[in-house]
């Protein structure tokens, strides 16, 4: 038989038609009995008694068709002084209803044949889908093999709404209260009308509500007008709509979209010419670029509203064992109230300094984002992007990068490109051309005493759309030098017991575990150094050995602790080769991925705090709309480092700023402030991280797409200006750094990092090396100097003296001597115990002259 939509469709109407109006009564019956038994066995095995179930029916409410269509209730944000920010409304931003009769056919059939396939001809619980999931709950040892119909879903969704799910007992009285209201509910309602509010009310992800906003979100069309293969592509969504959008996570997508279209050939919905076209639609080409596109008029979410939603979604699920659905609902629909952590002076001087174009590089330039869709002449649907564009431009000389100088530029190549496409027969059917200014930035400030995340910036220029990315929370970057703080010289304090003023010699080195060599920014190589002189002047080989003795294991275990999620302990690639960071290039920050900006401030918060470290957290508290506490963000604190370890690392960050890497970011409030700067070798991207006693703050400067830059130290000026109008707009109190009551201080030789010897390392040819340094209690060395030496040579022979040379005239002279392992030229080689001296002595006055 040839299958055809009208037939089929007719076929399916006429099947429902007949067997609900000849099995109702017996199917209800029998449903209802079949309920209550199983109900009750669950019920005796836990010990629950009887009189659980009668309890659960008499508090289920009653069913009518206007308690289950989608209800919005406005959710207001407010900052953290209480004054209301946003409002977030699904009716007027989220949720745009649309009739059955305007939804297309096949995404009916769609989500019917992957979430319900009986959903015609049962009467609101399937049976034959309850007895299935608890075979796969006890084959699989879980109890989340779903089983629901549609219609248990739209109760749930719709009328059993915002209720704790935490444990089992209420896991097991919602399910009860979804069954029975799904029987009274298919006595009451059609087919029909359940499914068209089902389909405007199911959570399609990245805050969609409803077919409608998510066709308008993926594929900036009217659900009208939607194809075959994208209406499977939104059926795949709904069954966990973070793990299946289509914009994040494509490729999870793309694989449940063809067990969509498969479901639908064996249903009967679709032939197999209409499976085979739909399997070769390059869709997901297209929903990269039309997902970014505005559905509306209102003001897009700021990127820290957008970060505070995805926080208390996921807090919903985690802690209220909330589904992905119900938890954006709750946020869209729920009329809750969210007490953030925004402060919105914060926010506003943030935004402002970052949008200032003349705090980046002149000649700013932009990046291009491109789609052209077109039918060749063979009818056959093409995609093209910004590569081809790029392919093109190569072929014929026209540039080797997406990136230019004006937008005009960027749509002057587009039109060049499009021209050459129709000059082959084909014929345009859209083109979508954007650009984005560069380079951009992102900025987290946080206060470091609570963990509160203060204000965000999530990129620069115009942001169009809500849930867009956010260089602040979700893209990873190279750290670069700031991660020597976090990732060696933090362990080397607090685990090793090493000491501000333990010394590595700055020389020719390679990784140990790599043999790649290890360059330093700067020419030439310094010779013995302190890890204070390598925090202040960003040395690359001190940080490298330092970690060489920390040993990668113990830098991740610290980094972990640290809050630090994107950091790959194992990973093995398609080629079968295994890959991990946990290796010496950490002390660099040589990542797989790199880190948020959001990780990084919060790690350089809790050195700030005084090694205490707090979850970052945007929100206090939700309060639902009855004004019942929801959620609340209690700061939990954790330990992560000793007092006094984060004191020294803050004093010699302190000096960075004021002799050393970070001097543009000094603050002209006066305000004292430690810090890190941090640039990655190929000028890809540029960090400042830095604090005062108040606030802690991050920011990055890059291009989307790796392009090398000079910034100019431009970034340490967005930090610095941003923190001196905090200090101003606040009315800061200008205090120091608490000091731990066992931190001390000692002098000793700055070649050694051991206690100074009187005479010698006080005369060093360059002057004297003798420091002061703060020690933690404990650690004071009890060795002398041993790098420096000092001899008195013959005034006659010029050699080391011996006891028989008059001791009138003899000269005395300081060198320095170095270990034997160390290799090549250092700033310590003209300063080095000459070879002859320490060989011979004189001999003029003794008749030996050689050294036993």
Known sequence: MKYTKNNIQKKRIELSSDKIRRHAKISLFLYKYILIISIAMIVAVLGLGTGFVRGILKTTPSITKESVHSKGYITTIYDNKGTQIKTLSNHDSNRIYIPLSEIPQNLQNAFIAIEDERFYNHNGIDLYGIIRAAFLGIKNKSL??????LTQQLIKNNVLG??????????????????SLALDLEKIASKQYILEEYLNAINLGGGTLGVQTASQKYFNKDVSDLTLSECAVLASITKNPTKYNPITRPNNNASRRLIVLQNMLDQHYITKEEYREAVNDDVYTRIQKNANNPSNDIRPNSYFEDALIIQVVQDLKDQ???????????????????????????????????????????GTKVSLTYTLSVKDVNGTDITYSENNVLEYMKKHKLGKSLIFSSTKKAKEITQKFKQSIKKNGATIVGESVSTSIQPQVSVTIMNQSTGAVEALIGGRGTKDTNLSLNRATSTTRQPGSTFKIVSTFLPALDHNHMTLASVYDDAPYKYLDSNQTVHNYYSGYRGY??????????????????????????????????????????????????????????????????????ELTNAFASIANGGTYHKPSLYTKVVDQ???????????????????????????MKDVITKGTGTAARLSCGMTAAGKSGTTSDNYDFWFSGYTPYHT????????????????????????????????AKKEKKISFQQPSNIVQAKVCKKSGKLA????????????????????????????????????????????????????????????VRSKNSIGITADTPYLLPKKYQEYICGVHDKHKKKK
């Open 697 to 728: 703050a991050s920011v990055w400067m890059g291009y989307d797409r790796n392009t090398s830059f000079e910034s100019n130290d431009l970034h340490k000026r967005i930090w610095s200006k941003i923190m001196n109008q905090i200090v101003k």
């Open 320 to 362: 209220l064992g909330y589904d992905e659905t119900k938890a954006y609902n709750a946020i869209y629909s729920g009329g809750l109230k969210i007490y953030s952590t925004q402060d919105s002076k914060i926010q506003k001087i943030a935004e402002q300094v970052t949008n200032d174009s003349s705090n980046y590089p002149s």
């Open 162 to 179: 915002i209720q704790p799910e935490k444990t089992t007992i209420e896991r097991i009285e919602r399910k009860i209260k979804e069954q």
């Open 144 to 149: 989340s093999q779903g089983g629901s119909t």
């Open 626 to 652: 009855n004004g019942n506490v929801l959620l609340k963000n209690s700061s939990t604190k954790q330990r992560v480092m000793k007092k006094s370890t984060a004191f020294l690392l803050t004093d010699a």
């Open 757 to 816: 010897i009187a005479g010698v390392c006080n005369h060093d040819p360059r002057g004297s090396m003798v420091i002061t340094e703060y020690f933690e209690k404990g650690t004071v060395p009890t060795q002398t100097c041993d790098t420096h030496v000092s001899i008195e040579l013959c005034k006659k022979s010029g050699y080391p003296a011996t006891k028989y040379c008059p001791k009138k005239g003899r000269k005395k002279k300081v060198y320095i």
């Open 529 to 598: 150094s302190t890890i204070r002189d390598a925090i202040t002047d960003s040395m690359n080989i001190v940080a490298a050995k330092t970690m060489a003795d920390v040993t990668p294991k113990i830098s991740y275990e610290y980094l972990t602790k640290l809050g630090f999620s994107t950091i790959v302990s194992s990973r093995t690639a398609s080629n079968g080769k295994s890959y991990t960071d946990i290796n010496q290039s950490l002390s660099l920050g040589g990542l797989t991925y790199g880190v948020t900006n959001l």
